[in-house]
C-alpha cells in the first residue's frame, strides 16, 4: 500500500536540531514515520500484534476487506468453517484447550446472527473469545440496509463486552482492549463491530504498543483477612469438601497444581462441576466424582452433608445445587469467584472471598503454613458408605452394547495417548463425564452452561488446531452431531484428524428420558427419524467410517479409529432406551436421587414440570 | 479514505407509551441499533391508572433522520403518539437542576445573591455549603452552573428537559 508521508513530522522524528548537529550528516530515521493504513490493515496487524494463529470465520460482503488484507498473509491461518455458528464453536474449543483466546471473524447480518448461539455459550461457560463482525457501512447503519442487522444489540445480554467501532483510528485500541477484556477477570466473549467503511477508511498506525486508558481491572488478590478466616475454618471443620468448577480451569494450569497441592495439605474430599473435569485427577482416593443432577451419589451426599464447604470458581448452577432450600442446609460456604455477581446470587454464602482462583489457592496454601490436615476418618468412612452405593453401576447387555460400556471402552483404550475429548450435549454428554476419566486441564471440552447441541465436532477442530499431534475426539449422539455436520467438510479441507464417536440410540436420549420420567413415556418427537448412512456419509467428506454393532467390535473399532492417520467417523450403535443415572429429578434434593436400579417412570407436579 | 460527518439539528420529541416492562429499553435499543443519538432522556408515569408513561428525548440528526426516528418509534407497538416539538412549533421546554455549592465568605454571598437573581430555591444549606434548586430552560442552567463553578461548584444533578407545545392544544 502506499505509505503517505508526512514532511514535517519525520523531519522532527529524526532529530535534525539536537543529534544531527553533534553527529555529523543528517540521517532522516524513516521508519519512525506512522503510516496510514486501512482499518482492515489496522486490525490484522493488530491481530498478529496479539499473537492470534488463527482466525475461524467465514467471508462475506461486509467483510470483505478484512479478508483480501489475510490473502497472502502468512501470519495468521484463517480456518474456514461451513456454518458461523462452527466458527464460534471452534473458537471455543481452540480456547478452550489451549487457554489462549479464540479469534472469530464473520460478516454483517446472517454471518453475525449465526455466531450468536457460540457467542452464547462462550459467554455462560467464561470462554475467551473475541469475535470480529462486519457491519454495513456507518452511513447506512439503521436503513436496513443489505446484511444489516443490529449486532451491538443482539449481542447485548451474551456477551463480556461490545464495540462498534465508527472511526479508524479507535481500533487498534479497541482491538486492544477487547482481547484484554476477553482474557482477564472472568473470561468472555467480546464483540467487535467494524462497519465496512471503517475498514476501508484509513488511519496512523504507531510501532509501539497501544496507547489507551486502563478502565477495566478485575480483583485478583483475595483480601488477606478473608484468606485468614477462611483457613481457620477449614482448619476446624470435621467434613469438609472443595467443590471446583470451571474458574479453576479458566485461572490456568497453575491453578490445578495449586488446587492438588492444597487438597494434600487439608485432605478434603473433591468433588466438581461439569465444566471444572481434569482440575483434579480422577483416579485420586479423594476424588468424590462429578456433583448435581447427573453427578455421582457421594458426591451429592457429601454436598449435602459437609460442615465447611468450600467452591473455587463454580457458580451454584441449577444442575448442581437441585432443590435450593435443601441445598447442603448445615454446612458454613465458603465462595472464591473472580466475579462478584457470582456471589450470593443463588446461594448466600458465609465468607465470599472475590479473586482469582490460583491467586487465592495461592495465598491460602501460604496461610496454611505447616499446619496438619485435621482428623476426617469419620467423614472419610461415611463417605466410603456412600460410595459402596456405586452409583455408577448400570445393567449389562448381551444382545446391545450398554453406551456407559463404550465409553468406559474408549477410555481404556485411549488414556495413554491424553486425549482432549469434546462433547455435544444430552446423554452421552453426561456419560462421557461419568465414565471418562481426565486427571489434567484443558482436556474437556464440553457446552456446560447453555448446552448447544452441535458444539462437539467444531469445537473437536479448534482443539485440534490448537494441540496437533494430539489425539480429539468428539463423543457425540446421533441427533447433535447432526447441529453442526457440515464441519465434517472443515476438518477434511485442513486435514485434520478429529475422531467422532457417536453413540447412536436412534433417539434425543435426554429428551426421552425425560418423557419417560415426567410424561409417562410420551415420545414426542424425541425419536431420531431417516438418519444418514454416517458411514457413508463421513467417506463422502473424505473422512473414514466405522460402524459397530456388536460388543465383539467394540474394542477393533476403537482401535481401528485411533490407528488411522485423518478424520474418522465412528458410528457405534447402542442400547436404545439406556438412561442416564444416577439422577437427581427436577426440583428434588441432593439425597433425593435416583440410581440406575430404582428408576420410575411416571408423571411430575406441574410445578415440577415447570422446572428445567 | 476519512468518515464524513453530517450537519445535524437538535429536536425534541414527546412519546407517549403505554406503561409497561421493557419499554424504556425498547426505546433505548433502537436509538442505538440505528445509531441515533440521544441527547436528554427523561421518562414518568403521567397517568391517573399508571397505564401511560411520557418519554421526552432530545436527540440529534440531519432531517431525514430525524423524520426516520419518528416513524421507527412510530412502529413499536406499545408507542401511542410521537409528536417532535421542534417541528409542531413553539414549545416550551424546561429542566430541573439540583446544584451543590461549599464556600464561605464573599464567595458565599455572591452564590446565594446570584441564585437570587436566577430565582433559584436554596433546599439544603450548612454554614459552608448550599444546595440550590433551579428550573428553567437548559441555557439558563447551564449559564447558573458555569456561575457557579467560580464560586465553589461541587456537583450539578439534572434532570433533562421536559417539554410541551404552546397552545390550547395538546400533543
Known amino acids: 500500500m502506499v505509505v503517505e508521508r508526512r514532511p514535517g513530522t519525520d523531519i522532527r522524528a529524526g532529530s535534525v536540531f539536537s543529534r544531527g548537529r553533534e553527529t555529523g550528516p543528517v540521517q532522516v530515521k524513516v521508519n519512525e514515520v506512522s503510516e496510514e493504513r486501512s482499518g482492515a490493515s489496522i486490525l490484522v496487524e493488530s491481530l498478529v500484534r496479539q499473537g492470534v494463529e488463527f482466525v475461524f470465520g467465514y467471508p462475506g460482503g461486509a467483510v470483505l476487506p478484512i479478508y483480501d ?69 456507518t452511513n447506512l ?6 446484511q444489516e442487522a443490529d449486532t451491538i444489540g443482539i449481542t447485548r445480554h451474551c456477551c463480556k463486552h461490545n464495540y462498534l467501532v465508527k472511526d479508524p483510528t479507535e481500533l487498534a485500541a479497541t482491538i486492544d482492549e477487547a482481547f484484554e477484556i476477553a482474557t482477564t477477570g472472568r473470561p468472555g466473549p467480546v464483540v467487535v463491530d467494524i462497519p465496512k467503511n471503517v475498514q476501508v477508511a484509513t488511519a496512523e498506525l504507531g510501532d509501539g504498543p497501544v496507547q489507551r486508558p486502563k478502565r477495566y481491572a478485575p480483583n485478583m488478590v483475595g483480601a488477606p483477612d478473608d484468606i485468614a478466616e477462611a483457613i481457620e475454618m477449614i482448619a476446624n471443620a470435621r467434613a469438609p469438601i472443595f467443590y471446583t ?53 457421594e458426591a451429592n451426599m457429601a454436598m449435602n452433608q459437609c460442615d465447611v464447604m468450600v467452591n473455587i470458581g463454580a457458580r451454584f448452577d441449577d444442575r448442581v445445587t437441585g432443590r435450593l432450600d435443601a441445598f447442603s442446609p448445615d454446612s458454613k460456604k465458603i465462595h472464591i469467584d473472580i466475579d ?127 494441540n496437533p499431534g494430539r489425539l480429539v475426539i468428539d463423543i457425540a449422539g446421533e441427533a447433535s452431531i447432526q447441529m453442526n455436520i457440515q464441519e465434517l467438510g472443515t476438518a477434511s479441507q485442513f486435514r485434520l484428524p478429529v475422531k467422532v464417536f457417536v453413540l447412536n440410540n436412534e433417539y434425543m436420549g435426554m429428551v426421552r428420558q425425560w418423557q419417560e420420567l415426567t410424561y409417562e413415556s410420551r415420545y414426542s418427537n424425541s425419536y431420531s427419524d431417516s438418519l444418514p448412512d ?75 414440570k415447570a422446572l428445567v | 479514505m476519512k468518515i464524513q460527518h453530517r450537519e445535524t439539528e437538535r429536536h425534541v420529541l414527546a412519546v407517549t407509551v403505554d406503561n409497561e416492562a421493557g419499554i424504556l ?21 403521567i397517568s391517573e391508572n399508571h397505564a401511560v408513561s411520557r418519554i421526552t428525548i432530545v436527540t440529534h440528526g440531519p432531517p431525514q433522520v430525524i423524520d426516520q426516528i419518528q416513524a421507527q418509534l412510530e412502529r413499536l407497538v406499545p408507542v401511542h403518539r410521537v409528536v417532535d416539538l421542534s417541528e ?33 430555591n436554596v433546599v439544603d444549606s450548612t454554614t459552608s455549603s448550599f444546595i440550590f434548586e433551579l428550573t428553567g430552560t437548559p441555557e439558563k442552567i447551564d449559564s447558573f452552573v458555569s456561575l457557579m463553578r467560580e464560586l465553589g461548584l461541587v456537583e450539578v444533578g439534572r434532570t433533562g428537559i421536559v417539554g410541551m407545545m404552546r397552545g390550547p392544544n395538546g400533543a
Open chain 1, 245 to 297: 468448577g470451571g474458574g479453576v480451569i479458566n485461572s490456568g494450569a497453575r491453578a490445578s497444581e495449586l488446587l492438588r497441592e492444597f487438597q494434600r495439605l487439608t485432605g478434603a474430599p473433591v468433588t466438581s462441576t461439569l465444566m471444572g473435569l481434569g482440575a483434579f485427577p480422577f483416579d485420586h482416593p479423594d476424588w468424590l466424582g462429578m456433583l448435581g443432577m447427573h453427578g455421582t451419589y
Open chain 1, 340 to 466: 462478584r455477581s457470582s456471589i450470593n446470587k443463588v446461594i448466600a454464602v458465609d465468607l465470599p472471598i472475590l479473586g482469582d482462583c490460583a491467586t487465592v489457592l495461592e495465598q491460602m496454601i501460604a496461610v496454611w503454613g505447616s499446619r496438619k490436615p485435621a482428623d476426617l476418618t469419620e467423614w472419610k468412612n461415611r463417605i466410603k458408605g456412600w460410595c459402596a452405593r456405586d452409583s455408577l453401576a448400570y445393567p449389562k447387555r448381551d444382545d446391545a452394547i450398554m453406551p456407559q460400556l463404550a465409553i468406559e471402552k474408549l477410555f481404556e483404550l485411549t488414556r495413554d495417548l491424553d486425549p482432549v475429548i469434546s462433547t455435544e450435549v444430552g446423554q452421552h454428554q453426561m456419560w462421557a463425564a461419568q465414565y471418562f476419566g481426565f486427571d489434567k486441564p484443558h482436556r474437556w471440552l464440553t457446552s456446560g452452561g447453555l448446552g448447544t447441541m452441535g458444539y462437539g465436532l467444531p469445537a473437536a477442530i479448534g482443539a485440534q488446531l490448537g
Open chain 2, 25 to 45: 429499553a425498547k426505546i433505548a435499543g433502537l436509538f442505538t441499533a440505528r445509531g441515533y443519538n440521544i441527547d436528554s432522556l427523561t421518562v414518568a408515569d
Open chain 1, 69 to 137: 488484507e489475510l490473502f497472502g498473509d502468512e501470519r495468521i491461518r484463517h480456518i474456514l468453517v461451513r456454518h458461523e455458528a462452527g466458527a464460534a464453536h471452534a473458537a471455543e474449543g481452540y480456547a478452550r484447550s489451549t487457554g489462549k483466546p479464540g479469534v472469530v471473524l464473520v460478516t454483517s447480518g446472517p454471518g453475525a446472527t449465526n455466531a450468536v448461539t457460540g457467542i452464547a455459550d462462550a459467554f455462560l461457560d467464561s470462554i475467551p473469545m473475541v469475535v470480529i463482525t462486519g457491519q454495513v457501512a
Open chain 1, 141 to 146: 447503519i439503521g436503513t436496513d440496509a443489505f
Open chain 2, 88 to 120: 409542531e412549533g413553539p414549545h416550551v421546554e424546561r429542566e430541573l437542576a439540583l446544584i451543590k455549592v461549599a464556600g464561605k465568605g464573599e464567595n458565599r454571598v455572591e452564590a446565594l445573591r446570584l441564585a437570587d437573581v436566577f430565582r433559584a
Open chain 1, 534 to 608: 454416517f458411514v457413508k456419509m463421513a467417506e463422502a467428506y473424505g473422512w473414514k467410517g466405522i460402524r459397530i454393532h456388536d460388543e465383539s467390535e467394540l474394542e477393533a473399532g476403537i482401535k481401528a479409529m485411533i490407528a488411522h492417520d485423518g478424520p474418522v467417523f465412528v458410528d457405534c450403535r447402542v442400547a436404545k432406551e439406556a438412561n442416564c443415572f444416577p439422577m437427581i429429578p427436577s426440583g428434588a434434593a441432593h439425597t433425593e436421587m435416583l440410581l440406575y436400579g430404582d428408576q420410575v417412570a411416571g408423571t411430575l407436579e406441574d410445578e415440577a
